[in-house]
């Protein structure tokens, strides 16, 4: 008896680890199109996504802030405040091609990243599904 409720507690840890595995966003992740990579890792309390290289022109051209339109998009944060929220994650999206920060929802499936922004109180969203590289 005192064998199986060992086993059983166990199974439990084992569990609870894989799924605090499962609930760490970190890694890199190349964007749908496959123009954008971007590192996802802890910042503060929650998680942070950093551009880290961009194809073609990468610069913050279509920033509604003027001043910020020269610069480079490789250091930018581009998802912020990502933290966990019923079965994915939640946080804010900047989209460096419409210069327009959108409410996101991240989800998590083997080696892809479904990645929605949405406006509208999440009435519309828009959804991609990008690859981890690590």
């Known amino acids: 008896m005192r064998s199986l409720i060992l086993s059983a507690l166990g199974l439990c840890l084992l569990t609870g680890a894989a799924h605090a595995q499962a609930r760490d966003p970190s890694g890199t992740y190349l964007s749908e199109s496959g123009e954008t990579r971007v590192r996802i890792a802890r910042c ?43 079965e994915g994650f939640t946080g804010q999206l900047y989209n460096y091609k419409d210069g327009k920060t959108y409410t996101g929802k991240m989800s998590f499936a083997g080696k892809t990243m479904q990645l929605s922004g949405c406006v509208l109180g999440g009435l519309i969203c828009r959804s991609q599904t990008w690859a981890k590289l690590n």
């Open 44 to 86: 503060g309390q929650a998680y942070c996504g950093t551009i880290i290289s961009v194809r073609g022109d990468a610069k913050d051209a279509n920033n509604p802030d003027a001043s910020l339109r020269g610069r480079s998009l490789v250091g930018v944060q581009m998802i912020s405040d990502i933290r966990p929220s019923g």
